[in-house]
C-alpha cells in the first residue's frame, strides 16, 4: 500500500468529518425553523429531537454487523449521501409525516456514518503509527463551525429551508462521492491474516469496553450541556445580553477546533493517557469556573476551557476502543468495538442536556453544572486504559507493525 494511497485517503477521510460536520450543525442550529415550519408543538419536539440519536444508535449496531461481511468504507460510502439527502428532505418537506419520515432516515444513516467514518479513521491511524485521530475530529469541528454560519447566514436572510439546504447539499454530495473513491479499508491488516470475517470481534467483551464507553458518554454529557445550556445560563444565571449569550458556544466551537489542531501533537510527545487525563482536568475546571462565576467574563473563560478540555476525549477513546479489539480480534475485532463504543455517543447527548434541566429546575443551574464537573473529573481514573493509544510505543511493537503495512513495506 502506497504512501500516495494513504495520505489520499486520510485527506479523504478528513473531508467527510467535515461533510458531516456541515450537515449536522445545520440541522441542529435551523431547529426553532423546523419546528415552524412543520408545526410541531413544543410538547411533541422533544420527542422528534430523541428519535434522531436513538435512531443513530440502532444504525451504529446495525453497521457493526453489516461490516462483517462488508467493508466499512461502503457503508460510508453510501450513507453519507443518504445523510445529505435526508438533510435536504427535511427542509423542502409539506406535512408532519414528511419531516418525521426524513429525521429517522437521518437518525439511521448518522449513526451508520459516525460508526464508518471512526472505523476507517482507527484503521489509518494504526497504519500511520502514530496519532492522527484528533485531526478527523478538528475536521468535525471545522464542519460544524462553517455549518452553524451558513444556518446563521440563513435564519439572518430569512431563506427557507430548502433554499438554505439545497446548495450546501448540491455541493458537498458530489464532492464526498469522488472523495470516497480513495477511502482506505483495514490498512494495518498483517500480511496473510484471513478474510474480513475471520475476526468478528466478538471476543471483545463489553467488559473490557466499558472504561471507555463511561468516557465517550461523560464527554457527550459535558458537550450537550455545552450545546443545550450555554446561552441560557449565560443569559439567566449570569445576567448577560441575549447577543453575548449566543457567544460561548461559538467561542467553544473554535476551541475545540485549536484543541483537536493541536491535539495530535500531544499525543505523539506525551501519550495518549497524560492528554486525556489534562483535558478532563482542564474540562471538569472548566465547569468548576461557570459554575461559581460572578459574571459573564468568567463564564465565557469557564466555557472557553470546556471547549479546550473536552475536545480530546472523544477521539482518543475511539482510538483506545480500536486498539483493544484489534488486539482481540483483529480488524474486525477493532470495527465492532468501535461500533459499540459509538452508541455511547447518543446515550450522553441524550442524557446530558435533560440531566441538567432537571437538577436546574430542582435546585439551581449553578448547581447542575457541577454534575457533569464530577462524571468528567471520573475520566481521569480511566486514563490508564488509554495507555499506548496512537502516542509513544513502549515496546516498538505497534510501531514496527504499522511500519510493515503494504507490499512495498515503506513506513508510512
Partial sequence: MTDTRMRRGRAALAFSFLVQGVAFALLVTRIPAIQDRYGISDALLPAFLAAVPVLAGVGSVVTERVVRSVAPSLVLRWAQPVV??????????????????ALAVFGLAVGALDASMNMLGVSLQRAYGRSIMLGFHAAYSLGGI?????????AHGGWALGVSYAPVVGVLLPLALVGSRWYVDAAARPVGEGPRGAGSGRGVAFAVLLPFCLVMSFAYIGDSTVSNWSAKYLQDVLGSSEQTATVPYNVYMVMTLLGRTLGDLGVRRFG????????????????????????????????????LGLCVLVPQTFAAAGRIGFEKGGPAGSDAAVA?????????????????????????????MLVPMVLVLVTVGYARSFEGTGGRYGDGHERARAADVGRDGHRL
Avoid at 85 to 97: K, P
Avoid at 344 to 365: E, M, Q, R, T
Fill in 272 to 307: 495518549a493517557a497524560a492528554v486525556v487525563r489534562a483535558g478532563a482536568v482542564l474540562a471538569a475546571a472548566g465547569f468548576a469556573l461557570v459554575a461559581g462565576a460572578p459574571g459573564v467574563a468568567a463564564g465565557m473563560a469557564g466555557f472557553t476551557l470546556l471547549g
Fill in 340 to 368: 459499540r463504543l459509538n452508541v455511547f455517543n447518543y446515550v450522553g447527548f441524550l442524557v446530558g442536556s435533560p440531566l441538567v434541566g432537571v437538577i436546574g429546575d430542582a435546585w439551581s443551574y449553578r448547581g447542575a
Fill in 146 to 154: 462553517a455549518g452553524a454560519s451558513l444556518a446563521w447566514l440563513g
Fill in 84 to 101: 445529505l439527502l435526508a438533510l435536504l428532505a427535511v427542509g423542502v418537506g409539506q406535512g408532519m409525516i414528511q419531516v418525521a419520515l
